[in-house]
């Protein structure tokens, strides 16, 4: 297809070549071309003109993920436009996609962005009035490029033309709106573009989350054209402060209102002729909306979408791969989780043991929501895991405890609360101890175990992977290794001689993720728990010996469990006490010799808070720990 120098010179719909894919509901993150918008009640309909432009510079994988095509800089870009003469009801789509036009442009790929582009416009081409594609030629390399990711002047040059050719496109339409989404910026929000356009301001921006402190949004710049840091900056990407605030820059992804005063002098390119800030794309857009007195808006009442993790200009595509699998998980925990478009192939998954024997996922029945996101977890790392049901403490009894020979460990309190042990802890406890029968019966040599609410650290499979190579190399014999705990004296533990990414366990609370050998397993049968049992994360530390309570060791014999811990960890719970999302079936549980069916929330236990000492090291409160030039 062909760019069309003026609407009235674009044929009607153009079908592109490619493979059709049956149409399916729910979200296409790729400039949410899937979904009918709401408009609010203003009477007037408005044409949706989503229009692809700019796919930049492109790096993503061989075998792209439809929820990111071309990763980097590039972008898609949709504009739309009042209906002149035309009302619509109260609940008026915005701009029936026929009404529309998408227009898509893609260069310098060393991927199949081209092929995934194709294959969508085949099945959705059809929806719009007139479809431009402007393909690449063969894939090229900037003069003095180092490599697919770094961004040369020319490189920078070309992103700006491409969408000042958007922007031209629109204007040529008679748009009255314009959004520009970068194709690693995924809006998960279908309700983005009204919520937008009845801000009523001429440059907006929904406020991306992502893995760090970075956004799509300044709140300072210098009078050079240099980040500017400000107290105001992490209390909007935290939303400690919501609404719409005016700020300097917003890139990556935001409207334009066309029609809004001014408007008719922001560009792209060539710059502005006073301009002497930095030749980048977003400086130069952001200077413009300065010298032409057009205000500039950030908004983070709602949450839009998320934004991928910039790699460095030496990385590769493997690391931005492993950036994105990484948002794709963040996002089943914090929601809303980013779906891949019904009209886009995708890569078959090939889930492996990664060389363990079984890899088991305690999950409750009753907790439907937690099983999917972990079993969704495993499956986008291409972790292979099997759901063992855990023992719901609620269904337990006295007369159950005693036929399963399940005691008390005499004198034993919660170390914060002093409450006894509670249901919740029983049942616990009985799923992990079936697993280690399972691995005794089975004679299985190693096996990883996870509970259903691990929050996984950024390359989970490949730095386990990795961990397991030096320890097998350095022939390390071991019984259990942490993969997640709350440390009580990490300055303690020493780091394994040989194996800088392993230390030696001291006292720890949780049992979220840890392999466990065959030798380890009996070690634990050996010592018969049921019979004096305390809750299993204070039960581990007895058996290696770390636990600093000498009359619940006296119980046990011998402590000679051989237990590690990775380093750094690489999982942690999805949500700390406290958290709005917070929920334990351990903490709020009844005692253990309750049979009344009361619930009790023991939240006195200082085990599920979060550990202060990860807020001093720097860490976003979830799995990467950012520097905070993150932020840029």
Known sequence: ?????????????????????????????????????????????????????????????????????????????????????????????????????????????????????????????????????????????YPDEEGPKHWTKERHQFLMELKQEALTFARNWEADYILFADTDNILTNNQTLRLLIEKGLPVVAPMLDSQTYYSNFWCGITPQGYYRRTAEYFPTKNRQRRGCFRVPMVHSTFLISLRAEGAAQLAFYPPHPNYTWPFDDIIVFAYACQAAGVSVHVCNQHRYGYMNVAVKSYQGLEDERVNFIHLILEALVDGPPMWASAHVSRPPKRPSKMGFDEVFVISLARRPDRRERMLSSLWEMEISGRVVDAVDGRTLNSSILRSLGVDLLPGYQDPYSGRTLTKGEVGCFLSHYSIWEEVVARSLAQVLVFEDDVRFESNFRGRLEQLMEEVEAEKLPWDLIYLGRKQVNPEEEAVVEGLPHLVVAGYSYWTLAYLLSLAGARKLLASQPLRRMLPVDEFLPIMFDQHPNEQYKAHFWPRDLRAFSARPLLAAPTHYAGDAEWLSDTETSSPWDDDSGRLISWRGSHKTLRDPRLDLAGSSGHSLHPHPRDEL
């Open 1 to 141: 297809m062909h760019l069309c120098p003026t609407p009235s010179q674009c044929p009607p719909a153009q079908q592109m070549p490619g493979k059709s894919v049956p149409r399916k509901g729910g979200l296409a993150p790729e400039g949410l071309p899937d979904q009918p918008f709401s408009a609010a009640g203003t009477g007037q309909g408005r044409h949706l003109v989503p229009e692809t432009a700019p796919a930049v510079p492109s790096t993503s994988r061989a075998e792209g993920d439809p929820r990111m095509l071309c990763p980097g800089r590039e972008e898609h870009c949709r504009c739309w436009r009042r209906r002149r003469g035309r009302r619509h009801a109260g609940d008026a789509r915005l701009g029936p996609r026929r009404d529309s036009a998408r227009r898509c442009a893609t260069d310098h790929n060393v991927d199949n962005t081209t092929e995934m582009l194709q294959e969508w416009l085949a099945a959705v081409g059809d929806d719009y009035a007139t479809v431009v594609w402007r393909p690449e030629g063969e894939s090229r390399s």
